[in-house]
């Protein structure tokens, strides 16, 4: 009975174990910080640790929900700031003999990797960094670095190159919150060219109210992509006002998809500049579903569809927008 009574209490002891912690610690080096500087550690916008400078030297031991993870470092004004990828490992960053940007950082295998590539690309025209960056989503499928870059790029890779690229990922990779933004985009995304047919979607209006992109009857509807956070989005707004103005009477309506975040921008951006027109945002950011359908890859942009569903132009503004309205209106 003693024996069983050990055994049981044995068990119960392992049983009720808390499972380990993913935990990572940072010591770091820094180049003049002026002692009592705050440093934040970031993931996706949100504050998860902080620390004090002294002697130019730091230390987190942060607790991590996965490992890999994506951080920001930073000061509170950002003047000092590195992204890494952290692991649940002693790291180390040193930025005593560089730039806060340029620290070298070790003990995380995702990291290394990411920094190396970085490091070769920094200086490369954007035409040959997109290149790099793909041929390396091809040759590392097995990364969260490349299911990361993947989620970034699809848009601009396109539909054909994404799923081929994500085709070759490990189950774990496409699992991954990347991996699965990733599938939504190939899932969503119609492709649409000019001289197609819409593509219908359904999405909450500033009341809540879902509001359909088929219910415009107008004999002209300008389908815009924009945000209240994209300056030349908000720097164009007067020009399309005017348009608006002039060509409403005669058939045109602008059916306008946010990429907000937040109502509270999204509805005084639209107060502010004086915005008569349809508006839906599902609130989602740049993971926007309207956006992922259309394949968006930068705002602001639009297509012009007519009254028969068919895309007729896009990316259209100013008095490119002006003159095919007044092809088709007048």
Known sequence: MKQLLLTIT??????????????FSLTGKTNGIKDGTYLYLDHENITIDSTLVTDNAFEFTTPLASSPMSLWLHTKDFSNYRSFWAEDKPMTFDASKSDFRHATITGSESEELSAALYSEIDSLPRKERLQKEMEFVKNHPNTIVSASMLAIYST???????????DQFSEENKASKYGQAVQCY?????????GD????????????ELQSLSASKAKVTLLEFWASWCGPCRKENP???????????????VFAVSLDESKEDWLQAIESD??????????????NEASLIYGINGIPDNFLIDQNGEIIARNLRGDELNNKLNEILE
Do not use: R
């Open 10 to 23: 044995a068990i119960l002891s392992i049983s009720c174990q808390e499972e380990p912690k993913q935990e």
């Open 186 to 194: 190939i899932e969503l995304n119609k492709d649409p060219k000019i």
């Open 239 to 253: 020009n399309l006002v005017k348009t608006y103005n002039t060509y409403k009477p005669k058939g045109f309506e």
């Open 156 to 166: 601009t890779w396109g539909k054909q190159k994404t799923t081929e690229l994500f």
């Open 274 to 287: 004086s915005l008569q027109w349809v508006h839906v945002s599902d609130l989602k950011g740049q993971s």
């Open 197 to 208: 047919q819409f593509a219908d979607f359904k999405m909450e209006n500033t009341d809540g």
